[in-house]
């Protein structure tokens, strides 16, 4: 099984372009994450969507945007890159979402992650 | 702010050694994960524990969640070489639903030296 597939798995951008990072799963899984993981500062959520057709801001939305095509993608945008926005980029998947009485508990399945630069 | 704080940052240990890392909060979270991350890779679910004092053992792993659902234990018995890696915890908000509210600790990076 494929499990989460992110593309592209490196990306390196000039200050200013945009560019969209793509994530899929296999899992029939209901809720989709976007996290970025920077030295010092852990795993930290951008985005997350609780179902096919809902998006919600995490702790650091600014910047980016997301758009949950169907049940099996999420993709995450970057409109105007800036150097702030280079890091490793993960997408995650869990059986928990909308609507209950899906445990939160759930584990997340992460991809492998897309090290994006911005110079 | 929940907060989860991870010791030690960082881990250099022979091949055999024990040895324990640590997850711990003030605040009280309805469950606990542990996952295990390696170079180039995203993080992997080791282990759930929602029960305060509950102990599960995964091979030579031990994870034990506080009774309190304070902080949590994760302990390696005879280390190898294949246990290297980043060991995070991430705790779960009560009635968060869809795992948004989980808490992420910052890490701690293992070395295991043959």
């Known amino acids: 099984n494929a499990g989460v597939t992110q593309t592209p798995k490196f990306q390196v951008l000039k200050t200013g372009q945009s560019m969209t990072l793509q994530c899929a799963q296999d899992?029939?899984?209901?809720?989709m994450y976007w996290y970025r993981q920077d030295p010092g500062m852990g795993l930290r959520l951008i985005y997350y969507?609780?179902?096919?057709?809902?998006?919600d801001k995490g702790e650091v939305p600014n910047g980016y945007n997301v758009s949950r095509l169907n049940k099996r993608e999420f993709s995450l945008r970057l409109e105007s890159a800036a150097p702030s926005q280079t890091s490793v980029y993960f997408c995650?998947?869990?059986?928990?979402?909308?609507?209950?009485?899906?445990?939160?508990?759930?584990?997340?399945?992460f991809g492998n992650g897309t090290r994006l630069t911005v110079t | 702010t929940q907060l989860l704080e991870q010791s030690p940052q960082f881990l250099s240990i022979q091949e055999g050694e024990n040895l324990t890392v640590y997850c711990n909060s003030s605040?009280?979270?309805?469950?606990l994960q542990w996952y295990r991350q390696e170079p180039g890779e995203g993080p992997v679910l080791l282990v759930t524990?929602?029960?305060g004092g509950e102990v599960k053992k995964l091979k030579r792993l031990t994870f034990q969640f506080g009774d309190a659902r304070k902080d949590s234990s994760l302990h390696i018995t005879a280390a190898q070489p294949g246990d290297t890696g980043l060991y995070l915890c991430?705790?779960?908000?009560?009635?968060?639903?869809?795992?948004?509210?989980?808490?992420w600790g910052l890490g701690t990076s293992l070395a295991v030296n043959p």
């Open positions: 995650a998947s869990s059986i928990a979402g909308l609507p209950p009485p899906w445990s939160y508990n759930s584990p997340l399945h």
């Open positions: 899992m029939n899984h209901n809720s």
């Open positions: 969507s609780a179902s096919e057709g809902t998006t």
């Open positions: 605040s009280v979270f309805s469950s």
């Open positions: 524990v929602v029960t």
């Open positions: 991430a705790g779960g908000e009560a009635n968060a639903g869809n795992n948004r509210k989980l808490i």
